[in-house]
């Protein structure tokens, strides 16, 4: 398990560290920076878009760099760019370097789902890439921690240099690693289409079944997950409930995702991506009806849901892509399929917005998102019944 715990590790820097430790943090930088509403909305805004950036980028040109080299590259700029963090006083300043690490962010994982689709045995591969996408999800965890036990002492500048200080350390483990990974057991020769020319990925995501439920899984993803992580403390607030509530919610979100990534990735490898799939989502739909229905009594269940289907998500579908397309390919893929859930998540909360201005309430929004989980529901029996089809053994002409 060396190189799914190494991969998990480098997701822990590059999206638990470089996407959320700023919001962690945000409520101590705020007293000595001062940031200002716009500001924050700028940072939001800019961040979106370079993720989608960055991840169009690797999608398009990622195959000619090689993905090994850009592994070790994003983790040395996330380094920097962490310490960084921690030396930076101009919200201007802030803003460019927040905006490059999203973008390091989309290309590291990319080159993960790369790598490991390419060295990973095919009956480990799910659990290898559901287990390193877990990793976002252990950041959760360390940031908790940063803020609990590190700012108080230490203040906030310490938190930017220790992930810093993690993160190189994370670099040099992915070095070793990626230096022997050409004698790595189960590394075996891919005779599929090696990549997908640019001109034509738009149309083999558009008119392929693979990756068109693929990007639709993940555009889903986007649209309900992203309004629920956004608006929940709103939405409690509004509900005159406990702000503690919003607190365990998130708690129970990342503790069932630091769980989840091996233990639905060694569901897919053994049970199939279809079965996988159709837990987390009905898992995820349901928590999400229980809490529409009522907030204060089962928030903890929409987090125990979200954090089950959420972090485990990316490696299960990369996976289940990868059955049908090479290394490389399915790295193009999972590029767009970063580009979808952007689209989706922005789209949500956009809708989310007008509905609680014109309305006055949020409620309608988490019907309305409980109410599009089960098309991810839907999407999970297509690809289960074509996995099943595809086990059926052929018909034999003649036969009685």
Not at 226 to 245: D, I, K, R, V
Not at 339 to 349: E, H, Q, S
Not at 362 to 372: E, K, P
Request: hydrophobic share 55%.
């Amino acid at each position: 398990m060396r190189m799914p715990t190494t991969f998990a590790m480098n997701q822990i820097v590059s999206h638990g560290f470089g996407m959320f430790l700023f919001a962690a943090l945000l409520p101590f930088m705020g007293e000595s920076i001062g940031f200002s509403s716009w500001q924050l909305a700028t940072i939001g805004a800019l961040t979106q878009l370079a993720y989608l950036g960055g991840a169009l980028l690797l999608g398009t040109f990622g195959h000619h760099l090689g993905t090994s080299r850009l592994a070790l590259l994003t983790g040395c700029l996330a380094s920097c760019l962490l310490f960084m963090m921690s030396q930076l006083r101009d919200p201007l300043a802030i803003t460019l370097v927040l905006t490059c690490l999203a973008a390091s962010a989309a290309i590291s994982w990319g080159c993960i789902v790369e790598i490991l689709s390419r060295c990973a045995r095919p009956e480990d591969r799910a659990t290898y890439l559901s287990c390193a996408s877990s990793g976002t999800a252990w950041g959760y965890a360390i940031n908790g921690l940063l803020i609990l036990l590190v700012v108080p002492a230490l203040g906030w500048q310490m938190s930017w240099q220790l992930a810093a200080l993690f993160g190189a350390l994370v670099v040099c483990l992915t070095w070793q690693l990626l230096r022997n990974l050409p004698k790595a057991p189960g590394a075996t020769m891919d005779n599929r289409e090696a990549m997908i020319a640019p001109r034509r990925l738009l149309a083999i995501v558009l008119g392929e079944r693979t990756a068109l439920i693929a990007c639709l899984i993940c555009l889903l993803v986007g649209f309900t997950t992203m309004p629920f992580s956004y608006w929940l403390n709103t939405y409690l607030a509004e509900l005159g409930l406990p702000a503690t509530l919003g607190g365990y919610t998130w708690a129970m979100v990342g503790g069932t995702g630091m769980l989840a990534g091996l233990v639905i990735g060694r569901l897919a490898d053994r049970k199939g991506h279809g079965v996988a799939l159709m837990l987390i989502f009905s898992g995820f739909a349901a928590g999400l009806w229980a809490f529409a229905h009522d907030p204060g009594r089962w928030a903890l269940v929409a987090g125990f849901g979200y954090g089950l289907m959420y972090f485990p998500m990316w490696g299960i579908v990369a996976g289940w892509v990868n059955r049908r397309y090479s290394s490389t390919a399915t790295m193009q893929i999972s590029g767009i399929c970063m580009v979808a859930f952007g689209m989706g998540g922005a789209l949500g909360n956009l809708l989310a917005g007008y509905v609680r201005e014109t309305v006055g309430s949020l409620q309608g929004v988490f019907f309305g998102l409980a109410a599009m989980s089960l098309l991810l529901v839907l999407l999970a029996v297509i690809v289960l019944r074509g996995d099943k089809a595809a086990l059926l053994p052929p018909t034999t002409a003649g036969a009685c």
